[in-house]
């Protein structure tokens, strides 16, 4: 039996079984193959579907450094203008510019009620209540300025990159207000509030921020100026 053993050991592959190896293997190979050519497809379909695509071109200005003081990470950007269904039918900047005006003022609205209700659930007066009572103040202006700044900003919109300059920045000027008010406001809670807690005191910020850069790619005008 141990002859018989050692004999069927040593005995070389037949041909048959070797090609029914090779051709395992190569089905093997197809697969892989095939399935890297489907997630390849996929991918760039998805690439495909990026250009050409407003809201991504405009995102990608507002993370790569384009606009010189503004900045808006890509994903999150695309994410806040996407949340408003115009932004899918939006055919230039300016459409995009009302859209994030829009947005800015129903977040502001919810900052101020936020706002409002931590203020008025403090059980003691220290310095966080006084930073809550100047916030109110800030979002007062903020929620009186967003329509100016809206209309000042429709009156150019036709114009579109023809806007002379100084049509173009009181639109800008009239955003800087914004940010200052809302920057003023995130600065005042980080000092005197919890600083896990105040993101979402900036997230505003960069929603104003969101709309200056959109009014600067509508009109073709850069504000070096901002004071925020």
């Given at each position: ?158 114009l579109g990159t023809k806007a002379g ?64």
């Amino acid at each position: 039996m141990q002859t018989i053993a050692k004999t069927m050991a040593a005995r070389p592959l037949t041909s048959i079984t070797l090609a029914a190896m090779l051709l395992l293997v190569s089905l093997g190979i197809a697969k892989v193959a095939g399935d890297d050519s489907k997630n390849t497809g996929s991918n760039k379909g998805n690439d495909m579907a990026r250009v050409g695509d407003l809201v991504v071109e405009v995102c990608k200005n507002m993370s790569d450094g384009f606009l010189k003081q503004i900045h808006f990470d890509e994903e999150p950007c695309i994410s806040v203008l996407r949340s408003d269904n115009r932004s899918a039918v939006a055919k230039d900047h300016g459409d995009l510019a009302i859209v994030a005006f829009d947005i800015l003022e129903h977040r502001s609205k919810e900052i101020a009620s936020k706002i409002d209700s931590l203020l008025h659930g403090l059980t003691v007066h220290n310095w966080t209540e006084r930073a809550l009572q100047f916030c109110v103040a800030d979002y007062a202006t903020v929620l009186h300025t967003i329509p100016l700044c809206r209309n000042m900003f429709l009156d150019v919109k036709p114009l579109g990159t023809k806007a002379g300059y100084e049509d173009a920045i009181v639109a800008l000027d009239c955003v800087d207000r914004l940010g200052v008010a809302t920057r003023d406001c995130s600065l005042r809670m980080i000092n005197n509030w919890d600083y896990n807690q105040v993101e979402v005191f900036f997230d505003v910020t960069r929603h104003v921020s969101l709309a200056w850069g959109l009014i600067e790619m509508a009109t073709d005008t850069l504000d070096d100026h901002s004071t925020w």
